[in-house]
């Protein structure tokens, strides 16, 4: 394959993995490239990086589709350097899984130079040990014969990098080890290694099944960006990846609606400060000053099913509406399964959201009787306990999958309430594809308050931009 | 400017900014493409110290605009100076009195250089020497000035109705840090190459903080970083960036700490913790024990 061919076809995986790489964009990336040394493969990723990933969001996935497409090495890769500086051959490849042995003499040194790599942090040697041992570790039989096909599980299971935690941490605390903080420091210090590892791992994985397979099935298989990611499948390392992007992306919202507040809403002539202004310009009143509005805030009342199916993404949502709480002059909170409670004494200004929605799903009486979602006892009980909550200048959301086990629906409540709100909103955590599936009455409620998809960040971004409270 | 990227990590280094393969190359690309390098990341990791780097190492003068809500064209390219144009007239107005001809000299007399006020774009378009131009905190400014600092950057000129188009005669060296607060335009993004710098590895920021506060033990320099990373894999509402921990590091050196245990890090944990919610948080999840009174 050509060079250029090369170049076209990666730039058209990232767009195809979700990345907007436009034509100006991709013949920079050419310059780019040729301006740095192509023997130098992080230069050129660094210079593609420049010029193509505008988004931090999108790193990780390019990343991924680099290796595929420019990998670091091909094959088993020359004699693998030890930090010693000795050097070993590597491993031939076992295409058929040997018997595991605890005493393998492979296995013996890999977990040794794990060891010393987990306590002296030697990136050169983190590869190199990766390397090793998927060559070692890694192989399946595949579909078809005579070509393995790789996995991580397998090489993370024989390597058993966890079962080298107590000796490492014995070995690094030295001689204070009753100290708690730098424990736990030191714990959290071998863990980022040890992810680091399996990130290594992984990816030498992937670099093979992309030689045999060729890089566009890596791409495609690839996890999306994390805007993309929906709650509700979500890995623990995206998990906590998502936590992290929900309080930016809420200073970025708030941010937008105070800029939108004040453009083009600018109050009465503020005569005195406009005539004083123009004396330093003769008199004339070249720059006129406004006095600032008074910004109208809303009420805003959250209706939020926690029952099990929709909490991950209840969660995040509601994550995102109390970091966008001064934009509301108050915020409520009701949470319900089949039972409504409120909850907005948990998100008291200051407290922890984290904490609070573990809090709220253990001590929150949100169940009566059977635990599972019924949406129109919900609404009653809401209207009967907390019909004050709802007034003209309330915009109100409700938060769930509207899959209320075959039960009443409520419909005349919930009308009623979105009649009396100023504006009502529909959060569905469901593929719209599912909606009216099954036990869903998701078009019979839409009819009554419009309803939108919100799965990702992308979509919860989007929804929160267009809305108008 | 710089002949390669390992010559821009090398000259870099040398005014005690290091950089990492991905920063270099990118500045590297900024120079010999002549294209602007759009720089975010969170806070405190060193964007507007990057420029401040690459003007001293090139021996560029380094001029800043610092954004901020309101920030007009006026301020941001140039204005005419009202007062002295207005002196002007009087004086003439007193010398010739009011006829037409002496009129038609004085609005020649008063849109000329003299009145001229640049500002820190007109200013870095029009020096002749080396030029780095810092746009700092470019989110902050409102959808127009982008739209201005569109034009400006793609053809590096900027028109005055009444002097005519001022063009670069030498392409500033631009630098635009954002924090992402708002979502820059795709037209801005486009234009400009694209650098994210985040947290340092624990191997570098170890480094940098060894290079920025002199008089430090290795050992102790490897322990804060340490500290600041496990700090950094918490939920908080403020991580610690590598300017706390170069803080960080001055503090202990002025306590004459020559050792990080727990005591001493409950202590001056204040130095990388600004939010009280963070400071519950650090002592519940890794266990520091309370400060005595």
């Known amino acids: 394959m050509g060079l250029i061919e090369h170049h076209t076809t ?81 491993e031939p490849v076992r295409a058929v899984p040997a018997p595991w042995q605890v005493d393998d003499p492979v296995r013996l040194r890999l977990r040794e130079e794990l060891r010393d790599y987990l306590a002296s942090g030697d990136e050169r040697l983190a590869a190199s040990i990766a390397r090793d041992a998927v060559s070692a570790f890694g192989a399946m039989a595949g579909p078809v014969a005579g070509q393995p096909s790789w996995s991580r599980l397998s090489v993370l299971s024989r390597l058993s990098p966890q079962t080298l935690l107590a000796g490492l941490l014995a070995q690094l605390l030295g001689g204070r080890p009753d100290e ?129 199916s929709v909490l991950a993404s209840a969660r995040f949502t509601l994550m995102l509406v109390h970091a966008l709480r001064e934009q509301f002059s108050r915020v409520r909170t009701f949470a319900f399964v089949d039972e409504v409670d409120e909850v907005t004494r948990y998100f008291a200004p200051g407290t922890d959201v984290t904490d609070a929605v573990a809090r709220l799903t253990e001590q929150a009486r949100v169940t009566w009787l059977l635990g599972r979602s019924d949406y129109g006892r919900a609404l009653h009980r809401f209207e009967q306990n907390y019909a004050d909550a709802v007034g003209h200048r309330t915009s109100l959301l409700i938060l769930g999958d509207a899959r209320s086990n075959y039960g009443d629906l409520a419909l005349p409540v919930l009308t009623r309430l979105a009649d009396r709100a100023h504006a009502a909103h529909w959060l569905n955590p469901e593929r719209r594809t599912a909606w009216d599936t099954g036990d869903s009455a998701a078009s019979r409620y839409d009819a009554v308050v419009p309803m939108v998809e919100c799965r990702n960040l992308a979509q919860l971004a989007d929804f929160v931009k267009d809305l108008r409270l | 400017m710089f002949s390669s990227p390992d010559d821009v990590a090398a000259q870099l280094g040398a005014v005690g900014y290091l950089a990492d393969t991905a920063t270099a190359t990118t500045v590297f690309l900024a120079a010999a493409l002549e294209r602007p390098v759009l720089v975010e990341g969170p806070a405190g990791v060193g964007k507007t110290e990057l420029a401040k780097a690459v003007a001293q190492a090139s021996g560029a003068e380094l001029i800043r605009l610092q954004c901020y809500e309101g920030l007009d064209e006026a301020r941001a390219l ?176 002025a306590l004459g700490a020559d050792d990080l245990d727990d005591a001493m890090t409950a202590r001056t944990l204040g130095v990388v913790l600004k939010h009280v919610s963070d400071h519950e948080r650090a002592v519940k999840e890794l266990g520091l024990p309370a400060l005595p009174d």
């Open chain 1, 180 to 308: 708690e903080f730098s424990g736990r420091v030191v714990r959290s210090m071998i863990d980022a290694r040890m992810q680091r590892f399996e990130h290594l791992v992984d990816a030498d994985v992937r670099r093979r099944i992309a030689e045999q397979r060729g890089p566009d099935h890596v791409a495609r298989s690839a996890r999306p960006s994390i805007d993309r990611v929906s709650f509700g499948s979500a890995t623990a390392a995206e998990l906590a990846a998502l936590r992290r992007e929900v309080a930016p992306l809420a200073r970025r919202l708030a941010a937008r609606l105070a800029v939108e507040q004040r453009a083009g809403r600018r109050g009465q002539l503020d005569f005195r400060r406009t005539i004083r202004g123009s004396l330093s310009t003769g008199g004339v009143p070249l720059t006129t000053v406004h006095r600032p509005r008074r910004p109208a805030k809303a009420d805003l009342v959250i209706l939020v099913d926690v029952s099990e």
């Open chain 2, 78 to 253: 140039y204005e005419w100076n009202y007062r002295k144009q207005l002196l002007r007239i009087q004086a003439s107005a007193a010398d010739a009195g009011a006829d037409g001809v002496s009129w038609e000299r004085t609005h020649e007399d008063i849109f000329t250089e003299e009145f001229l006020l640049t500002r820190p774009l007109l200013s870095a378009i029009r020096r002749d020497g080396p030029t780095v131009l810092l746009i700092d905190e470019a989110d902050k400014t409102d959808i127009e000035v982008e739209a201005l600092l569109l034009e400006v950057l793609s053809d590096f000129q900027v028109t005055i109705p009444e002097l005519g188009t001022v063009a670069a005669t030498r392409r500033p060296f631009v630098v635009v840090t954002s924090n992402a607060t708002r979502e820059l335009s795709e037209a801005l993004k486009r234009r400009c190459l694209y650098l994210h710098i985040g947290y340092p590895t624990p191997r570098r920021e170890r480094d940098i903080v060894l290079a920025r506060v002199p008089g430090i033990a290795a050992q102790l320099a490897e322990q804060l970083v340490r500290t600041a990373a496990a700090l950094r894999g918490l939920e908080l509402k403020k991580a610690p960036s590598v300017a706390e921990s170069i803080d960080w590091a001055r503090t202990l050196i």
């Open chain 1, 10 to 90: 990666f730039l058209a995986a990232l767009r195809e993995a979700g990345l907007a790489v436009s034509v100006a964009e991709g013949l920079d990336a050419v310059t780019a490239v040729r301006a740095v040394s192509l023997a130098e493969r992080e230069q050129v990723r660094a210079a593609y990086a420049a010029t193509v990933v505008k988004r931090e969001v999108h790193r990780p996935v390019f990343d991924t589709i680099f290796d595929a497409y420019f990998p670091a090495l091909r094959g088993l890769g020359e004699a693998v350097r030890r930090s010693d500086g000795s050097s070993a051959e590597p």
